[in-house]
């Protein structure tokens, strides 16, 4: 009999022809944008699997439709693991990804039009923190404050908590997408007490480092709520959870189901508890703590090639290269990654604080580690990345250094297989 992929390759030859592709294109290049990462195979076959055929609106033995015996199973196992592995009370697994996660979590808890204090898109938020773009920022009031790139990234706490005095959030929210550095999540909360609001950490990029233990975990610190992907450092299916304290619980469930969301992805689901089974070993711990060494060593490499980091460098698993100051490279982001992908090597255009130039031509590009990481490489490797990839920027113009570094490149990815393919 032909196996799910046969059938699909035999019976649209074009949508295979594409996957064919993507495979490829995955395999022979290196990945490292920051928020992407190659999952585990268990995932790729819970994801395909028989669950994604059932509605399941409600929560474990709280259902609207019958037959749920197995998807109250895996349900119960992703949140209780889920709550192992972050130090929770409780989790909700249920938000289809980052965007509509964070929203639930809002709507939890505030009402048009209310205040909340998080960070500034261009200094590291996310658009869901409110930037005007982003149907939050029409909702809700956001206040945002900034870093200190000069200072090392570092956040002013007095002028944070003046804003919070002045403005009196409901939430005091930190988290990110393009900040290079770790928080201070005893300084958020003592803020959030001091003016009584709730608080909640968006930690979708570090999801895994919190999990693997290589990174500070905000519900240590007594935080309200915490959100995250599931599908970037956590190595899971593309999906997003959101972890509380258990006097949140009922209102957190209400709010993504029935509040925002139908149907949860039940294929998501199950595959969500075998990411955290994973993300709860000491292997995954091992992963953790290589993706921070091995992002220490590509920004010092891209250093001391001549490059201007964004903070001067990196305490996560990502940096943002200032490629309009960097010695002898002088373009924007836009053309950085174009350059970098003709010799497969991915990265994504980005703002840096208060760029001065448009989002879609950037100042930067942002680089980091998971996927990388997760295919094997390790410090070595990541010293012959940073400078192929400041010698890339630095010989652009020149076709046939392109085509050669191409070809080195895709030789260098055959010692890293891509799991899952
Ligand atoms: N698109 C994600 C990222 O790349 O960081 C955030 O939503």
Redesign the pocket.
Known sequence: MDTNRELLAKNDPDLYAALVGEEARQSSGVEL?P?ENYTYPEVLAALGSIFTNKYSEGYPGRRYYGGQEYTDVIENLARERACAVFRSEHANVQPLS?SPMNQAAYFAFLDPGDTVLAMDLSHGG?LTHGAPVSHMGTVFNFVRYKTDPDNEGKIDFDEVRKMAIESKPKIVLCGY?SYPRDYDYAEFKKIADEVGALTMADV??IGGLIAGDAMANPMDFGFDLMTTTTHKSLRGPRGGMILCKKEHAKKIDKSVFPGLQGGPHMNTVAAVAYTLKEAATDQFKQYAKKCLTNSKTLAKTLVEEGGVLVTGGTDNHMMVLNTVESANIAIDGKEAEKVLDEVAITTNKQIIPDDPNPPLRPSGIRIGTPAATARGMGEAEMVQLGQWIMDTLRNREDASYLAKRKAEVEKFCQGFPVPGI
């Open positions: 944008i928020s980052g996310h997408t979708s990029h």
